[in-house]
């Protein structure tokens, strides 16, 4: 696997790899897990190379967030990549990726989509996120990136300005990695004690509880959220939403869509945990 820190030295070496073939790219923050390993796999089956970038990105945090703390893991997460198979490490230093200021930089916006859910909390979040993929993406120039399910919002937000800016990249959702016991996988999850471990299985299970009705007709979608975020918060989560939405857009659904995603997110101890369950009916 080679490791590469420059922007000249990134792109002479995937223009190279570019004329015999095709480019996959998977976008990461580091401290690596299996749930980004499966990226990795499925990048191998859909291009002839794989570039995985890790960059804390500091756009993303908003005040009081966990920039400073959050686990910086190169050597441990470049050893797992190899072991994958990995072609290239693209792991630029901040100077390269924001060579202005914060407030001087540029900046992409996917707007009414960014609000919602997340968003609302979290109101630099999502521009942060298009903003560094939008510029990763004209560094690697791929083919086809792939990004993990688990963070659905996201997701959708980095398809529509790939399709509203026409970038010529393929845009591949991966299905949620889980742990044993349903917990979805995530760098974030170290933050959990012990105790706080063996309770954050249940925002699965209560998001499970509430698809089971939904493809069971149930539809009055205002008293499934109310009761699913009253029964979070009994576990001792504190809950930020629970949401039914459309699948296709976030929007609120009718009493008789047919594409629904269930979508929360709540907070146990120092962890903002996120989870989420497409329901066909």
């Given at each position: ?33 299996d749930g980004h390993l499966s990226l990795v ?196 989560f504190t809950t930020d939403y629970v949401a ?38």
């Amino acid at each position: 696997m080679i490791t590469i820190n420059d922007l000249n030295g990134l792109r002479a070496q995937v223009d190279t790899w570019r004329r015999g073939g095709n480019v996959a790219f998977v976008p990461t923050m580091g401290n690596l897990h299996d749930g980004h390993l499966s990226l990795v796999r499925a990048a191998r089956t859909l291009a002839d190379r794989v570039v995985v970038s890790i960059f804390v990105n500091p756009l993303q945090f908003g005040v009081g967030e966990d920039f400073e703390n959050y686990p910086r893991t190169l050597e441990r997460d470049s050893a797992m990549l190899e072991g994958e198979g990995t072609d290239l490490l693209f792991a630029p230093p901040v100077e390269l990726i924001y060579p202005k200021p914060q407030d001087q930089q540029t900046r992409v916006e996917v707007p009414g989509l960014s609000g919602l859910l997340c968003g609302a909390s979290r109101p630099v979040h999502f521009v942060g996120v298009a903003t560094v993929v939008c510029k990763l993406f004209n560094m690697v120039q791929p083919d086809v990136a792939l990004f993990g399910k688990k963070d659905f919002q996201q997701l959708m937000v980095i398809a529509r300005m790939v399709e509203d800016l026409a970038m010529p990249v393929r845009i591949v959702g991966v299905d949620t990695r889980r742990e044993s016991d349903g917990l979805a996988m995530s760098s974030r999850n170290g933050y959990l004690t012990p105790d706080e471990r063996a309770k954050a299985p249940m925002l699965y299970r209560v998001l499970g509880g509430m698809a089971d009705k939904l493809r069971d007709g149930n539809s009055d979608y205002a008293g499934l959220q109310a009761q699913a975020a009253t029964e979070l918060d009994h576990l001792g989560f504190t809950t930020d939403y629970v949401a039914i939405r459309r699948a296709a857009d976030l929007l609120a659904p009718s009493a008789d869509e047919g594409e629904l995603v269930v979508l929360a997110a709540a907070y146990l101890g120092k962890a903002r945990l996120i989870d989420n369950i497409e329901v066909s009916r």
